[in-house]
């Protein structure tokens, strides 16, 4: 290995069956009298947030459950405003990515005093964010690793809404603390498994044949491919909801995979999925899905070797080539095991096929399209759409 690169290591990282009720009690937070805590509706109703509040006691001055999916810029400045004014100095965030990327959304704007628009793109927002520990409800995103925030703009222009992904890079971004309970995820509906999980499955794959791919990130995502293909650990949860160690290897591969990506970066499965979610409301596991193996078949002309070690890593081999079983065991398990439709059709009833080439332009433009180790532009991107409409 002789080409130079940069890993970002993530935060520290607690690990353990109810480790988040006793986050109140570590050493970070305990110095911090005024805490922001945020999370969504659904997880509150559930009682996940129970216990951290329960740990932080008085020190919880907010406590916010109005993320939505996807996130949204308008809330997230609105609470960065009333945090400002509350004299809040730490942030825990208890969610899936959308509530994680949500806090961190609200770190920057207080960081740096500017609004979401201002910040996106890479390192820009260039200042230490207040403390903020994440504590993740799904096993999908892998935000409580990464120095990405994706947050929604539902913006109108002319009375017509334009949505779109507002993405942050920042290493600044990075959560101080992660706390992984596999507890939190044991009443997880099936779609949200099934959909977080395909999430972990790109991040691994995509960091793996980045452009910036490099041992580190390779290693972490193998395993995460590993624990999920090989292992069976989504299977394993579908089919026994309570098995504390299914949830256990899918919380740990997502957290692996989410590693992978803040060192190696993604390509242009993300780059389609941002814009398809954006547009039609597509949860972003489920516009992964539909365009992972699409991608994976044109970049295994370049990265075909890749390809083949993972098989053999984790164990599929296949009668013709190892790429080819790779391929195919990445298939199953997005549309067999998770059960993605195979058709952008089924899951967005509201888009038209006249939508598609739109959608080929914004994805050309989408930042993680040059890490793919295949330059594809709007035309192969537009095919890619074509094929799965």
């Known amino acids: 290995m002789s080409t130079p690169f ?3 290591p993530a935060g520290p990282v607690i690990f353990g069956a109810g480790v988040a009720a006793t ?20 997880v509150r109703r559930a009682g996940l947030i129970d216990g951290v509040l ?6 919880a001055t907010i406590v916010d459950d109005a993320a939505v999916p996807d996130g949204d810029c308008q809330h997230v400045e609105a609470l960065a405003a009333r945090a400002k004014d509350a004299g809040i ?20 704007v207080l960081a740096t005093g500017k609004p979401l628009h201002e910040l996106e793109g890479v390192a820009r927002v260039r200042t230490r964010t207040m403390p903020l520990v994440a504590i993740p409800t799904t096993a999908g995103t892998g935000s409580e690793a990464t120095q990405f925030a994706v947050i929604k703009d539902r913006g109108v222009t002319d009375g017509v809404p334009t949505p ?19 507890t939190l995820l044991v009443g997880l509906p099936a779609t949200v498994s099934c959909a977080t999980a395909v999430d972990v499955v790109t991040h691994a794959i995509e960091a793996l044949g980045s452009r910036m791919r490099n041992p580190i990130g390779s290693a972490m995502a193998t395993e995460a491919v590993r624990l999920m293909l090989r292992d069976g650990a989504l299977a394993r949860a579908l089919r026994t909801p309570g098995d504390l160690d299914a949830r256990a290897d899918c919380l740990m591969a997502s957290h692996l995979a989410g590693q992978a990506v803040n060192t190696s970066m993604l390509g242009a499965c993300h780059a389609l999925a941002h814009v398809v979610g954006a ?15 699409d991608v994976m078949r044109i970049n295994g002309a370049k ?15 296949g009668a013709s080539d190892d ?3 790779l391929i195919g065991a990445v298939d199953a398990f997005v549309h067999d095991t998770a059960g993605i439709p195979r058709r952008l059709r089924d899951v967005a009833p509201g888009l038209t096929e006249e939508a598609l080439p739109g959608l080929a332009r914004a994805a050309a433009l989408d930042p993680d399209l040059p890490t793919n180790p295949v330059r594809l532009d709007e035309a192969a991107l537009l095919s890619i759409l074509q094929a799965r409409w």
Request: aromatic share 2%; proline share 3%.
């Open 6 to 8: 940069q890993h970002t």
């Open 54 to 59: 329960a740990s932080l006691g008085e020190r």
């Open 279 to 293: 547009v039609a409301g597509i949860p972003h596991g489920v516009a992964n899905g539909l365009f992972l193996v």
């Open 303 to 317: 990265v075909g070797d890749i390809y083949g070690r993972l098989a053999s890593a984790i164990g599929v081999v």
């Open 89 to 108: 100095t730490a942030i825990v965030a208890v969610g899936g990515g959308s509530v994680i990327d949500s806090a961190k959304g609200v770190a920057a």
């Open 323 to 325: 790429v080819s079983a």
């Open 23 to 42: 986050v109140g009690d570590k050493t970070l937070l305990k110095k911090h009298e005024r805490v922001l805590v945020m999370t969504d509706a659904v």
């Open 164 to 182: 779109i992904k507002r993405i942050l890079v920042d290493t600044n971004l990075i959560p101080t603390l992660a706390v992984l309970d596999p």
